[in-house]
């Protein structure tokens, strides 16, 4: 049998050659479970980033057809066509890169979770998922602060709680961006959706500052008061160039102090969840480590309409990936979104990529995946057999 006419019987055999359910090309992206500690999470909000040449678009000799990379989609299985949810929060099509908040269903403590991206479809013009459903229902603000050029501070869920940007200016922090707030606030005025109006809370993102006596966080309405500080802006007695929490009820502050030394001009990344109900209620964590965990009063964060919230000032820095959510968030769920974002991450591996037979090559075939050729192959010189004898 000609060589050609197996060729052509081996791709009808296996039509998922032909392409990745439209698209061209595939990589495998794989979490590596022990950057997910103790416990499996569920939703979780996975940072993919990549830079490849391949990730180019087409006009810049990569293989993203779209400009602004719409035809850049996230998939559970290796051929599309089961598709998860993702937030896209930055493209260059000119350097080949990518950043994404995935969000994965199970996030597995014991075993690797794969998944992949796919990109190369000519035919796709539109953005391919919803970036507000890639935060579930816990995230009532999220405040990516890109793009290191122009600077929005959009909030990316459904709450829309858009920040007001006043003289801050574009800069790079940790992911994709941030915002200098060297000479001012950010502020996030409340809404009439009282996207501030709950109990339990956690806060969290990204700040660098060489200065001390800096406000990270603070609102003005509701009991407690609470503020994130460094060190002590406001004179109350707060531990110098710590991450520390001022809580203010009936005109008192009580001072709550850290450890760790962060204004070192090093971006940090932290997490503070507060606990309405009381307790050991009042936890902040810096760059993935607990750090205070005190009894802080029970109550509401704000209840009132009209209140401002603010992201503080940072002399020689600023903030970035800003987050807030209704739930007191736990000390594993921590640890994995550090490992995630950190400078230094291990927690997601990219794989080669793979091209299909649409794309006009295929280097990456298995064993399985070549069977159906090799059978027609054999049954071929079964036949060539038969005939000669």
């Not at 539109?126 to 405040?143: D, E, L, M, P």
């Not at 700040?207 to 002590?232: E, I, M, R, Y």
Request: aromatic letters at 10%.
């Amino acid at each position: 049998m000609p060589v050609r006419l197996l060729y052509l019987l081996a791709v009808l055999a296996m039509p998922s050659w032909a392409s990745y359910n439209g698209y061209n090309y595939r990589r495998s992206l794989t979490v590596d479970h022990t950057q997910v500690p103790n416990t499996d999470q569920t939703n979780f909000p996975v940072w993919v980033h990549i830079s490849d040449t391949t990730l180019k678009t087409v006009a810049n000799a990569g293989h993203v057809n779209n400009a602004s990379g719409y035809d850049i989609v996230f998939a559970s299985d290796a051929t599309n066509s089961t598709p998860l949810i993702w937030d896209m929060d930055y493209y260059d099509g000119t350097n080949g890169v990518v950043d994404a908040w995935v969000k994965v269903p199970t996030l597995s403590h014991s075993s690797d979770y794969v998944f992949y991206v796919f990109y190369g479809n000519a035919s796709i013009s539109t953005y391919q998922s919803t970036a507000t459903s890639a935060w579930n229902s816990n995230f009532k603000g999220v405040w990516h602060l890109p793009n290191g050029t122009t600077l929005t501070a959009l909030d990316s869920t459904t709450s829309g709680n858009n920040g007001t940007k006043g003289s801050e200016t574009a800069t790079t922090i940790r992911i994709a961006g941030g915002a200098d707030t060297s000479a001012n606030d950010l502020t996030l005025p409340e809404t009439t959706n009282s996207v501030w109006s709950f109990g339990d809370v956690s806060f969290s993102g990204w700040f660098k500052t060489t200065a001390d006596s800096k406000k990270v966080f603070w609102n003005q309405n509701g009991t407690p008061l609470l503020a994130v500080v460094v060190g002590d802006p406001a004179g109350q007695g707060a531990t110098a160039h710590k991450f520390n929490v001022y809580e203010r009820i009936a005109g008192s502050v009580i001072v709550h102090n850290g450890t760790v030394t962060v204004d070192d001009g090093v971006a940090h990344h932290f997490y503070f969840t507060w606990a309405s109900a009381g307790g050991t209620n009042c936890k902040t964590y810096v760059d993935g480590v607990a750090e205070i965990s005190n009894i802080c009063e029970p109550g509401t964060i704000n209840t009132s309409s009209g209140g401002t919230h603010f992201f503080g000032t940072m002399t020689g820095g600023g903030i970035d990936e800003m987050r807030l959510e209704s739930v007191v968030q736990t000390a594993d769920w921590v640890s994995a979104t550090y490992n995630n974002q950190k400078a230094s991450s291990t927690f997601l591996t990219v794989g080669s990529e793979s091209a299909s037979l649409a794309a006009g090559r295929r280097a990456d075939l298995s064993i399985t995946d070549m069977k159906p050729l090799i059978l027609l192959l054999f049954a071929s010189a079964a036949r060539s057999h038969v005939i000669a004898t």
